[in-house]
């Protein structure tokens, strides 16, 4: 039986909905805290996240791993209760409250059911003005990290991350470091430093406060007012100047012999997060390697069934970041890969976009604006993010609107410009002696060897 006309092809995409916008209020607390309250009622749920505009950036150099120590400290005891007390309220609650800290910020996120929100956003209070910061949960806290940092060199996705950043940013730059640390760094932070780190940086004019959800807008002020109205202000260190990152070395090699797999890596410079390049980048990268039916999925995984998986993208941070494409595939086709990584990217800049490529992206582009509008978790994430980086609270239509000014030459143009093949790094973490002779038969250079740490041998 044949396959029925209407399946002979793919369904054209039909018109693109509107992006709906949420309506939103923002004011600002006695003590300079900015607001941004965001009601939906379609569930009893309150979502709330604390933005704070400093991060791993933040941080010395010798002591990478602070902000996100820092964060992790907070609620391991806070106010009266101790670290057991305090996740057990949290749990009578059915609250979840999470910390962490990234490149360019840090992070407090709470979701709790409706009826519990008043009580949750008092413990939550007290773990940003009042966490206890004692030396057996730091005890604790540090091991546990070490614990991590050692066993993240078995894995292959992270080791091949860690070593990407440091070969294109370099060791004084503060995306050349993860933000979870090092071994060395971690050994030589102090309760002190964690505790000093707070005090500087974790200050109500340094953050914004985002609540979505079932919530009153005329009761909210004065309900944040009692929780974080005791919240100091403080002067805000500058932060280091960060220059654009050196060419990379061209190949560069992790040794994992008997490996099965080869995680690839290729890196180049890209744009800060208020580039007015932005919307185009992100545009031209859902056709290069951002979605399912990217040249780069299509080519590796559905055409040469090297991977599961290839695909691309721009980190869009306060610096300027990074273009990253990636894959894990087969040792024995890890040189083939390569060569068709590289011919796709050169392709993004020489190989006209169809109208159907551009159609495309703007669907997968709209629905994705949509999904992060369409939970409370969702609108703080968002806007959380909008404010982590001074934008326009208006972001989203902004966005979309720009989508809408994007054509296939400037995309391609913008391919061509930013995307650049043959200055890339090419980063493999897999089995030498099985990769190497193959990928110097392409022409690469001699590789420059490094370990799980990136530390060059």
Excluded: C
Aim: negative net charge; glycine residues 10%; proline residues 7%.
């Amino acid at each position: 039986m044949g396959t029925p006309v209407e399946m002979q092809a793919a369904p054209p995409v039909g018109p693109l909905p509107p992006l709906h916008t949420p309506a939103l209020e923002r004011f600002v607390l006695s003590n300079g805290l900015e607001v941004i309250a965001i009601p939906r009622h379609a569930a009893p749920i309150v979502s709330m996240t604390l933005m704070l505009r400093a991060g791993a950036d933040a941080e010395p150099l010798p002591l990478t791993g602070l902000a996100s120590l820092t964060a992790e400290m907070l609620d391991e005891g806070a106010g009266s209760r101790r670290a057991l007390e305090l996740a057990g309220d949290l749990e009578q609650l059915g609250a979840d409250l999470w910390l962490g800290a990234g490149r360019d910020g840090s992070q407090l996120n709470l979701q709790v059911p409706r009826k519990g929100f008043g009580p949750a956003l008092a413990i939550a209070a007290d773990v940003v003005m009042r966490p206890r910061l004692e030396a057996e949960d730091w005890a604790r806290v540090q091991h546990d990290r070490l614990t991590a940092l050692a066993q993240r060199r078995d894995q292959p996705e992270s080791v091949a991350n860690i070593v990407a950043d440091r070969v294109l940013f370099g060791d004084q730059h503060p995306y050349g470091q993860s933000s979870e640390g090092r071994e060395s760094t971690v050994e030589r932070i102090t309760l002190d430093d964690v505790a000093r780190f707070h005090a500087t940086h974790w200050r109500s004019n340094q953050a914004s406060l985002i609540v979505a959800g079932d919530v009153e807008p005329a009761a909210l002020p004065a309900e944040l007012e009692r929780a974080f109205g005791a919240w100091t202000t403080g002067a805000i260190p500058a932060l280091a100047p960060a220059g654009r990152p050196s060419p990379p070395p061209r190949l560069v090699l992790v040794d994992r012999p008997d490996a099965p797999q080869s995680v690839i890596r290729i890196v180049g410079p890209g744009e800060p997060r208020l580039s007015g390049l932005r919307t185009g980048l992100r545009m031209m990268n859902a056709i290069l390697g951002g979605s399912f039916t990217s040249r780069l999925n299509f080519n590796l995984r559905e055409q040469k069934g090297y991977t599961y998986g290839a695909s691309s993208g721009f980190s869009f941070m306060r610096h300027a970041g990074a273009f990253t494409a990636r894959a894990a595939v087969f040792t024995e086709v890890t040189a083939a890969a390569v060569t068709e990584f590289l011919s796709e990217l050169r392709g993004i800049g020489a190989r006209p976009i169809t109208a159907d490529e551009l159609t495309k992206a703007r669907a997968t582009l709209l629905g994705r604006a949509a999904e992060s509008l369409s939970t409370t978790a969702g609108l703080t994430a968002t806007y959380g993010e909008i404010r982590l980086y001074d934008l326009p609270l208006d972001e989203p239509g902004r966005f979309v609107a720009e989508m809408d000014r994007q054509d296939a030459a400037s995309l391609q143009a913008l391919g061509a410009a930013h995307v650049d093949a043959d200055r890339a790094g090419i980063i493999i973490v897999g089995n030498r002696a099985v990769v190497e002779p193959e990928l110097r038969a392409l022409g690469l250079p001699e590789p420059q060897l490094r370990d799980a740490d990136g530390d060059v041998l």
